[in-house]
């Protein structure tokens, strides 16, 4: 526990501020009466007052009472551990939680006194609390200026209809209506302001995470997880029966995993679908949230980051009337993304278009959109046997991942129809080499695959604060520039950090390997070749790796060194 604040009367400060001459005898025994009368802090009273200016005050509280003293000024608090304290105390006491360490809570106060507020913030959140003096009016400015914040930011999820929900694929409506009567207030903000602050900062993912003496809530952000906040363990459950309820599953069940879907309607053009997973752990249920922006299919071919060699080959193959196109590359790698961005482009009125996906992430008037339910049977290749028999003119599936499914795409890829997929695997070369592995003859994959493109989303440089960086021209050989690019002069940058960006970076681009199956690549398929065959005639052709397209980004600016090694790199 923290060591408890000095209990001294306020006459101990009155008499300070007499002997330095910031108030007389008469003032100070008038200002303790009519405190006392008003029942008001005696600080508070002094400054309402202006008998006392705020910086002498709290100068004088220091020393009095032995607590340091903070320029609240001064300090940033973009990432003060405000969600760690109840709002309500916050309001009622007029405090502001400024840092964690460990299980100790520093809080800013203006009376030292109020012993009150510490013990009930002590009791609240379980920590250890140490007060931190501030002057009253930076501090009455600052919690001000976030307590606005906070009710604009609830103010805007109300008007965007935030409890809204669409019924997802769990338990039905009525079972969960009756379940959202026991959610209390405090919670189903808090679930609202993460949600929203995730949406706003354009993260993809949100993880809710118990433990044995904490709880963790972090976001990926431009692909990387951040923490944002540790409410109370104590309240973990509620939390998660909160997020349960609003994703349609049995709250009662926390033995087996669980699929849900929130549905949120941000404005009238624009929804936000939220895929909502729960997993058993041994300290209580993991949640974690995929945001799902519908927005995403209209991010524009020239958006993704290909050079224009890159994307000419790809508008060229999806252009064809039949054949295979395949991207690859690992989760979270903007696959679903490239392929949306490629149905948008060929999604016209004369045009039939099917896809069956595990599950839909993004949601597009005018296509025919299947969830893959293999507890029904339907499975991709029965849901591209089906397509099979609707006279589609693109079909797209969301992942090959067996024999069965391959062999029913290269069929259709082979009988007029355009099939595009997703693989798992590192880069375009190791996609023939696995379907060839899966069983499809080496003959059908040299005749139906038209492209294949690996791909990873890397962020992007800010701007606004990224530096130059020098590099030894060993360093930059190593790292794969050539002796002709170094000589012709290479501007490196690194990231450095600003208001509008996040640790140097602000947003993703992708870094692509694209190749088209020749002639002689498929020689060389039919003849059992390896991927590294396949790697070494895709580069005598012209295909450059993704090490080679990212140093192409990285030679103009957009990506860091760091960055560029972190995603390609093995």
């Known amino acids: 526990?923290?060591?408890?604040?000095?209990?001294?009367?306020?006459?101990?400060?009155?008499?300070?501020?007499?002997?330095?001459?910031?108030?007389?005898?008469?003032?100070?025994?008038?200002?303790?009466?009519?405190?006392?009368?008003?029942?008001?802090?005696?600080?508070?009273?002094?400054?309402?007052?202006?008998?006392?200016?705020?910086?002498?005050?709290?100068?004088?509280?220091?020393?009095?009472?032995?607590?340091?003293?903070?320029?609240?000024?001064?300090?940033?608090?973009?990432?003060?551990?405000?969600?760690?304290?109840?709002?309500?105390?916050?309001?009622?006491?007029?405090?502001?939680?400024?840092?964690?360490?460990?299980?100790?809570?520093?809080?800013?106060?203006?009376?030292?006194?109020?012993?009150?507020?510490?013990?009930?913030?002590?009791?609240?959140t379980g920590f250890a609390v140490d007060a931190i003096l501030v002057e009253e009016a930076k501090l009455s400015r600052t919690l001000d200026r976030i307590l606005a914040a906070q009710d604009a930011a609830m103010t805007e999820i109300m008007e965007t209809d935030l409890e809204q929900l669409e019924l997802g694929q769990g338990q039905p409506e009525e079972d969960a209506e009756s379940d959202l009567h026991t959610d209390d207030a405090p919670i189903v903000r808090y679930v609202n302001k993460i949600l929203l602050d995730a949406i706003t900062g354009g993260a993809s993912d949100i993880h809710f995470e118990p433990y044995e003496k904490y709880f963790r809530i972090r976001i990926r952000q431009d692909g990387i997880l951040r923490e944002v906040a540790n409410p109370p363990v104590s309240i973990a459950g509620r939390l998660v029966a909160r997020l349960k309820v609003m994703s349609r599953m049995n709250i009662a069940e926390r033995r087996i995993p669980q699929d849900g879907r929130i549905k949120l309607k941000i404005s009238r053009s624009r929804?936000?679908?939220?895929?909502?997973?729960?997993?058993?752990?041994?300290?209580?249920?993991?949640?974690?949230?995929?945001?799902?922006?519908?927005?995403?299919?209209?991010?524009?071919?020239?958006?993704?980051?290909?050079d224009p060699v890159q994307k000419e080959a790809f508008l060229e193959c999806i252009g064809k009337p039949y054949g295979m196109v395949l991207v690859t590359g690992p989760t979270g790698s903007g696959k679903t993304v490239t392929l949306y961005s490629a149905l948008n482009i060929l999604n016209k009125p004369d045009i039939n278009i099917s896809t069956v996906e595990d599950p839909v992430e993004i949601q597009v008037p005018g296509i025919n959109q299947v969830n893959m339910n293999p507890k029904t049977g339907l499975t991709f290749a029965a849901a591209l046997r089906a397509f099979l028999r609707q006279d589609p003119d693109i079909v797209m599936v969301g992942e090959i991942r067996d024999l069965e499914t391959a062999e029913i795409?290269?069929?259709?890829?082979?009988?007029?129809?355009?099939?595009?997929?997703?693989?798992?695997?590192?880069?375009?070369?190791?996609?023939?080499?696995?379907?060839?592995?899966?069983?499809?003859?080496?003959?059908?994959?040299?005749?139906?695959?038209?492209?294949?493109?690996?791909?990873?989303?890397?962020?992007?440089?800010?701007?606004?604060?990224?530096?130059?960086?020098?590099?030894?021209?060993?360093?930059?050989?190593?790292?794969?520039?050539?002796?002709?690019?170094?000589?012709?002069?290479?501007?490196?940058?690194?990231?450095?950090?600003?208001?509008?960006?996040?640790?140097?970076?602000?947003?993703?681009?992708?870094?692509?390997?694209v190749i088209q199956v020749s002639e002689a690549m498929g020689q060389l398929i039919m003849g059992g070749g390896t991927s590294f065959q396949l790697a070494e005639l895709a580069a005598q052709e012209g295909f450059a790796d993704l090490r080679r397209s990212g140093l192409t980004k990285v030679k103009a600016g957009l990506l860091s060194l760091q960055e560029l090694n972190r995603v390609t790199k093995d």
Do not use: W
């Open 1 to 124: 526990m923290a060591t408890a604040t000095p209990q001294i009367t306020p006459a101990g400060l009155t008499q300070r501020l007499i002997r330095e001459h910031l108030l007389s005898e008469h003032q100070a025994s008038t200002a303790q009466q009519e405190a006392a009368r008003r029942r008001q802090p005696l600080i508070h009273y002094l400054i309402a007052e202006k008998l006392v200016d705020s910086l002498s005050i709290a100068t004088a509280a220091s020393q009095e009472f032995g607590v340091p003293l903070l320029d609240l000024g001064a300090m940033t608090l973009m990432e003060q551990p405000f969600e760690l304290v109840d709002e309500r105390l916050v309001r009622k006491h007029r405090v502001l939680p400024i840092h964690r360490r460990g299980k100790r809570l520093f809080v800013a106060v203006s009376d030292p006194t109020n012993d009150r507020a510490l013990e009930e913030i002590r009791f609240n």
């Open 409 to 513: 795409a290269v069929k259709a890829a082979q009988t007029g129809h355009l099939v595009l997929s997703t693989l798992h695997t590192n880069d375009a070369p190791q996609s023939l080499v696995r379907l060839a592995n899966m069983g499809v003859a080496p003959f059908n994959i040299a005749s139906s695959v038209l492209l294949i493109m690996a791909q990873r989303l890397a962020r992007k440089l800010c701007p606004h604060c990224r530096q130059p960086e020098e590099l030894p021209r060993e360093a930059l050989l190593e790292e794969g520039f050539t002796e002709d690019e170094i000589d012709a002069g290479i501007t490196l940058y690194k990231p450095v950090g600003c208001e509008q960006c996040v640790n140097g970076y602000k947003g993703r681009i992708g870094i692509f390997q």
């Open 271 to 306: 929804d936000i679908d939220f895929r909502v997973n729960t997993l058993p752990t041994l300290y209580g249920e993991k949640v974690v949230l995929r945001i799902l922006d519908s927005s995403a299919a209209t991010v524009g071919i020239d958006r993704l980051g290909m």
